[in-house]
């Protein structure tokens, strides 16, 4: 069939569906989706079946064993108040009774900025701010957290950027030996600490640690030849509320690309292998898990991975390339006889499961929606804001046909769309930027 045709059926398919809400509404309905919960098992269990009807291809349920940690309460006290508070994954429980140490408003809490306050970070709870997460110069909470950890900080408080009583959540520590207690706190609750900078705060933090697994859910539908196309969608999330944006969205629109390309792919060069990963928001370890699993012969055969993580919330969507050489181009001739173009960002984003492919040398993109639009409803990622109601079905639809059009040119192609990056590309391209 003439590719012409193909795209037309392909985009057809995903507009003309309804199930695409469907799936994203079921999803959602599973909970947040917290890893070791059994909101997380009970969409792993429906993932599953679903992922089998939308590729017609045997699901392989990937067991990843982790240090797994159940969430306690958290709260602090300070200046005769009492604030609510979030731990975030994997922070140590504090002594009975609580921490308590001298306040340091450390602002935004660059690792530049814990270099400069030197000696005074030392035995305090220093408290940062939260940045929107998908912005030009964005800094993860993680690079704050472990400059303050080695700065010697008592404990680290992490205050939401959005107003509305709003505790931000995500990971810190690797729950290993020298994680300091962390927690999230509400903008406004960041603002009252503040106030308090230089005087006693006490935190109190709990959970608890306990050996777990977690599963990847991976099916592929097999083309004329051994090379693969990888289209992933992390499955975890928060339960602060359901994950609905980050990462719901991906998950359904997976679906919805498995769907549409199922019958068309066998006869393309390569193949498609759909790939739901766990455990992603603990520091991407489901999808680190999978491909160190592999041998090198394995990997190889892995020639593209496009990832979608919070692809709705926002009308328009942005490609976060990570300044792969070649992506770009590819991108334009993949979306071009279907009249769509995707703005382009290079700076790398280490949050998302695309970065342990590139780490790997394989060309990886990750889409997300409200890229450097810090008042779309992506500000609320991570917060009990991350609800249903952010998303509209035609953002979910905008997102499945992009990625759509990108894995039909990458499994289309005579050969791999994009070269395999060295080790220092692979380097140079996961390096962080400032
Ligand atoms: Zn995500």
């Known amino acids: 069939m003439p590719q012409r045709e193909v795209m037309e059926r392909v985009l057809g398919r995903i507009w003309a569906s309804a199930r695409i809400l469907e799936d994203f509404h079921a999803i959602c309905a599973t909970g947040g989706r917290f890893a070791g919960t059994e909101s997380e098992r009970r969409a792993v269990a429906w993932l599953a079946p679903r992922l089998a009807e939308a590729t017609g291809a045997p699901v392989r349920r990937e067991a990843i064993p982790y240090r797994g940690w159940t969430r306690g309460p958290a709260w602090l006290r300070a200046g005769g108040a009492e604030f609510p508070a979030q731990a975030l994954g994997r922070s140590p429980a504090t002594p009975a009774g609580g921490l308590t140490a001298p306040l340091l408003d450390m602002g935004r809490g660059t690792p530049a900025q814990m270099a400069a306050a030197g000696d005074a970070v030392r035995g305090a709870t220093v408290l940062v701010r939260h940045e929107y997460m998908l912005g030009t110069g964005h800094m993860h909470r993680r690079r704050k957290y472990e400059a303050a950890r080695e700065a010697g900080a008592a404990a680290f408080l992490i205050a939401c950027h959005e107003p509305g009583l709003l505790p931000v959540t995500g990971s810190a520590g690797d729950g290993g030996p020298g994680n300091i207690p962390c927690a999230g706190i509400s903008a406004e609750a960041g603002a009252a600490l503040a106030a308090l900078d230089g005087q006693p705060v006490t935190l109190v933090t709990q959970g608890s640690f306990e050996d777990r697994s977690a599963e990847n859910l991976l099916a592929t539908v097999a083309g004329r030849g051994p090379e693969l196309v990888v289209l992933s969608a992390h499955i975890d999330g928060h339960d602060l509320a359901q994950s609905a944006i980050d990462n719901a969205s991906g998950l359904a629109c997976a679906l919805a690309v498995a769907e549409a390309l199922r019958d068309i792919v066998p006869a393309l060069p390569r193949g498609m292998q759909v790939g739901l990963f766990n455990i992603e928001e603990w520091a991407l370890l489901g999808s680190a898990a999978h491909l160190a699993n592999m041998d090198d012969a394995e990997?190889?055969?892995?020639?593209?991975?496009?990832?979608?993580?919070?692809?709705?919330?926002?009308?328009?969507?942005?490609?976060?390339?990570?300044?792969?050489?070649?992506?770009?181009?590819?991108?334009?001739?993949?979306?071009?006889?279907?009249?769509?173009?995707?703005?382009?960002?290079?700076?790398?984003?280490?949050?998302?499961?695309?970065?342990?492919?590139?780490?790997?040398?394989?060309?990886?993109l990750r889409l997300a929606a409200g890229y450097d639009l810090p008042h779309s409803s992506l500000r609320f990622l991570l917060t009990p804001a991350d609800t249903p109601d952010k998303v509209r079905p035609e953002q979910l639809k905008h997102a499945a046909a992009v990625a759509a059009l990108i894995v039909l040119a990458g499994c289309a192609a005579p050969v791999p769309p994009v070269p395999r990056m060295d080790a220092e590309t692979a380097r140079r391209v996961t390096t962080p930027q400032a």
Do not use: K, Q
Request: proline residues 8%; hydrophobic residues 50%.
């Open 299 to 364: 990997r190889t055969r892995r020639v593209l991975n496009v990832n979608l993580d919070s692809v709705a919330g926002e009308a328009g969507l942005t490609a976060l390339t990570s300044g792969v050489p070649g992506m770009a181009a590819f991108l334009r001739a993949a979306l071009a006889p279907a009249g769509l173009r995707l703005p382009v960002a290079e700076p790398f984003f280490g949050n998302s499961d695309h970065a342990n492919f590139l780490r790997h040398g394989i060309p990886a």
